[in-house]
């Protein structure tokens, strides 16, 4: 019964989070808006993030190359050559206590033209609407950051198996209706994958340089936010944005352990995260072949994985391997953790961070 009570809260708070968390509504409004996309070795996602990029009704495309070695510059030359709105921005060199997405997009910032900044990942692809109807929904709710969280891509079984862990991960435990009514900082959320800011507020913040040494970024970049008195919001936005994060096994480990301990701000949320995955979300399943009782704590979550799934079009088969999956997320989390505190830090896209 101890593992029952909190197994059925979280599961009510998916269920809240899955009948009233809302998506970006279909609005007529226009608005310039600058899409802005760093970029660094993306020679394989780019030409689809930009197909997809010059067919909406954005301003202007703006590429920042990132020291690449591959092709990126190239095709990003290309398309600027079809669309003159498409333009690559050459790149400046990393200043000390910046990670370089966070420089990419600052230095996107002082080039970008339009009344709204849009920063995408190189691996999105948008609609056609995707830019006007976003900040129209900004500026309906009246918030000045604005993302939308993306719909997964999945092709190759190991991210059908794995990745729906992170709307789980996510979604169980974030009550995201109250983000609408309660401005406290610990409400931010955010997806690196797009984010929506007012310019002139984003440049009367700071914006990307708030959070400069963050891997972490997005979501640390909504709560600030927040904590400087302005209104961020995280809405559904899967029918507009979609993304392919990682391709295989190899790169959705890498990816999470980059971004697993850096999340947190103090070691005991940390660790907090932590027992509550294992005690919560995974003994149940432990404990389940020597003690039947158990069932209920474990139907718990098996429901909530059933219930996200359904809501975010996972398969279905993936919410079997909920014991599988935890195990791993925890193993993830330990070896992030064990990583940066004994100075090996994050390595990332060939920069290596040491200070978190």
């Avoid at 198996?161 to 983000?179: D, G, T």
């Avoid at 919560?280 to 474990?298: G, H, K, M, R």
Wanted: hydrophobic fraction near 50%.
């Amino acid at each position: 019964m101890i593992l029952l009570i909190p197994a059925v809260f979280f599961c009510f708070i998916a269920l809240v989070n899955v009948f009233f968390w809302p998506s970006v509504r279909r609005r007529e409004t226009y608005a310039p808006v600058s899409i802005l996309i760093p970029a660094r070795n993306e020679e394989a996602n780019l030409p689809e993030c930009l197909t997809a990029a010059i067919t909406s009704d954005a301003l202007e495309i703006i590429v920042y190359n990132d020291h690449s070695t591959d092709a990126t510059a190239r095709i990003v030359s290309t398309y600027a050559k079809r669309d003159p709105r498409v333009r690559l921005l050459d790149p400046s060199e990393l200043p000390l206590g910046w990670a370089g997405k966070t420089f990419a997009c600052h230095c996107l910032s002082l080039a970008a033209k339009g009344d709204y900044l849009l920063f995408l990942d190189a691996d999105v692809r948008i609609t056609s609407d995707a830019p006007s109807r976003i900040a129209a929904e900004a500026a309906a709710r009246n918030v000045s950051l604005l993302s939308c969280w993306p719909g997964f891509e999945m092709r190759s079984f190991w991210e059908r198996a794995l990745m729906p862990l992170l709307n789980f991960v996510v979604f169980s435990i974030y009550p995201s209706p109250l983000s609408f009514f309660l401005p406290h900082a610990s409400l931010g959320l955010a997806h690196g994958a797009c984010i929506l800011a007012r310019r002139d507020v984003y440049q009367r913040l700071g914006g990307h340089v708030l959070v400069r040494n963050e891997m972490f970024e997005d979501t640390r970049l909504a709560q600030v936010w927040r904590q400087l008195g302005e209104r961020s919001l995280c809405l559904d936005g899967a029918d507009l944005v979609t993304v392919r994060m990682y391709q295989n096994f190899s790169e959705i480990w890498r990816g999470f352990q980059k971004n697993f301990y850096p999340a947190f701000r103090h070691k005991r949320n940390y660790w907090t995260f932590l027992t509550l995955h294992f005690t919560v979300f995974l003994l149940p399943f432990l404990l389940l072949p020597f003690d039947l009782d158990f069932w209920p704590a474990a139907a718990a979550i098996l429901a909530i994985r059933l219930v996200l799934a359904l809501r975010f079009r996972h398969p279905v088969w993936s919410v079997l391997l909920q014991p599988f999956t935890e195990a791993l997320l925890i193993a993830l989390g330990l070896i992030s953790f064990w990583r940066v505190v004994k100075g090996h830090g994050v390595t990332w896209k060939g920069r290596a961070y040491r200070t978190i």
